[in-house]
């Protein structure tokens, strides 16, 4: 499976972005998908993750008013929308895909990884 993520770009405090994530070679069939970033200078960290049925969901605590993740089936993709966001939102965002039970937030259980989209939010 390779993942392909997109939708990054610069926005001004306060604004919007929808990111996507599309499946190729493949489809995000059981896999639960998730959201991480990495800021410059800091570790990858969990943002959010959706199981296959798109009925289970998980976010970092820290972001979960302001962001939704969300699964089309049919497109084969997943959505990050992202509301208000902040500078500190600033990040290469990667999605990522793996296959367990439950909802995955350890980056070490995603075994796919897409190429990262990068996010940057003017103050």
């Known amino acids: 499976v390779q993942l392909q993520a997109s939708g990054g770009g610069l926005v001004q405090t306060g604004g919007s972005l929808r990111l996507s994530c599309e499946a190729s070679?493949?489809?995000?069939?059981?896999?639960?998908t998730g959201w991480f970033r990495q800021a410059p200078g800091k570790d990858r960290e969990f943002v959010a993750a959706?199981?296959?049925?798109?009925?289970?969901?998980d976010y970092v605590d820290s972001l979960k008013d302001r962001f939704t993740v969300s699964r089309d089936k049919a497109k084969n993709s997943v959505y990050l929308q992202m509301n208000d966001l902040k500078p500190e939102d600033t990040a290469l965002y990667y999605c990522?895909?793996?296959?367990?039970?439950?909802?995955?937030?350890?980056?070490?259980?995603?075994?796919?990884w897409g190429q990262g989209t990068l996010v940057t939010v003017s103050s």
């Open positions: 959706i199981n296959w049925g798109g009925d289970s969901t």
């Open positions: 990522a895909a793996a296959y367990c039970s439950g909802i995955c937030t350890t980056s070490g259980r995603y075994a796919y």
């Open positions: 070679g493949g489809t995000f069939r059981w896999y639960v």
